[in-house]
C-alpha cells in the first residue's frame, strides 16, 4: 500500500520515441539518440536526424557535464511535487543537446548562465528516478 503524504511526481508525457530515454535515465544512465549515419547527438528524441536526416539512430550513453545556458527561479507552485521557490535551468550538454532539469545543491550567487554542472540521479519521495544537475567542482 502506497503512502497517501508522498505526493506523486508527475510522469513525463511521452511521445513515441521517448520511452527509451526513461529507460536509460531509471536505470541511472544518460543515453541520447546518436546519428548512426553522421554522428550527431539529438534531443529531444525522434525519427530523424536534423544534420542529415538519415532514420538511423542508436542510444548512446553521454557524460552528463555542461553549462548552463538559462535559469529561472519559480515563486508560485503550478504543480504539488514542485513547492516554491524552485529553479529550472536549461543545459548544454558536451555533446550538443540542451536539456531542461533543476539545479540541486549550492545556488550559485548572481548569474548562473556559463556555470558548468554534473548530472546527477534524484530520485524522487515516491521513487520516480529524475535527472537533475549540480554544480561543477
Known amino acids: 500500500m502506497s503512502d497517501p503524504s508522498v505526493v506523486p511526481t508527475p510522469r513525463p508525457v511521452l511521445g513515441p520515441y521517448d520511452a527509451e530515454f526513461w529507460r536509460h535515465v531509471h536505470a541511472q544512465r544518460l543515453c541520447l539518440q546518436r546519428c548512426a549515419h ?49 529553479n529550472v535551468i536549461a543545459v548544454r550538454l558536451e555533446e550538443g543537446p540542451i536539456l531542461v532539469s533543476n539545479l540541486q545543491g549550492e545556488t550559485p550567487p548572481g548569474d548562473w548562465i556559463g556555470r558548468a554542472v554534473r548530472l546527477v540521479y534524484a530520485a524522487m519521495p515516491d521513487g520516480f528516478v529524475l535527472p537533475r544537475f549540480v554544480l561543477a567542482r
Open 38 to 86: 553522421c554522428g550527431a547527438f539529438r534531443y529531444p528524441p525522434g525519427p530523424a536526424c536534423a544534420d542529415c536526416l538519415s532514420p538511423d539512430a542508436r542510444w548512446t550513453p553521454v557524460c552528463g557535464a555542461g553549462t548552463i545556458l538559462s535559469w529561472a527561479v519559480f515563486h508560485r507552485t503550478y504543480l504539488p511535487a514542485y513547492p516554491s521557490p524552485y
